[in-house]
């Protein structure tokens, strides 16, 4: 069992930049992969970025590569999203998500995908 918890949301203007964190606990050595998903009102929640154990791969959705930046770090059992040039569009509840098996990166877009999920953060961007 893993316990995702996400700090670091809060209120920004175009352009600002915010980083939130992932802390996790628990059985952390059965997470392979850690992702960002995000939810604003009346939408289905999307995928934002995906990282492996190692840090190396990571996945973008197409509309945050070029501003958004997820690392991790093992020791710390966290995993981050730097998220620079915010837009009013970034809006939303932002949930970590941890799986625990070793998926292709073409599958860690998917939510069925993630066994183990955080409460959310807002992150509210104005113009």
């Known amino acids: 069992q893993v316990q995702l918890v996400e700090s670091g949301g809060g209120l920004a203007q175009a352009g600002d930049s915010l980083r939130l964190s992932c802390a996790a606990s628990?059985?952390?050595?059965?997470?392979?992969?850690m992702g960002w998903f995000r939810q604003a009102p009346g939408k289905e929640r999307e995928f934002v970025a995906a990282?492996?154990?190692?840090?190396?791969?990571?996945v973008y959705t197409d509309s945050v590569k070029g501003r958004f930046t997820i690392s991790r770090d093992n020791g710390k059992n966290t995993v981050y999203l730097q998220m620079n040039s915010l837009k009013p569009e970034d809006t939303a509840v932002y949930y970590c998500?941890?799986?625990?098996?070793?998926?292709?990166?073409?599958?860690?877009?998917?939510?069925?995908?993630?066994?183990?999920w955080g409460q959310g953060t807002q992150v509210t961007v104005s113009s």
């Open positions: 990282i492996r154990w190692s840090g190396i791969t990571t």
């Open positions: 628990g059985r952390t050595s059965s997470s392979y992969a």
């Open positions: 998500a941890a799986t625990s098996a070793d998926y292709r990166s073409s599958l860690l877009q998917l939510i069925s995908r993630y066994d183990y």
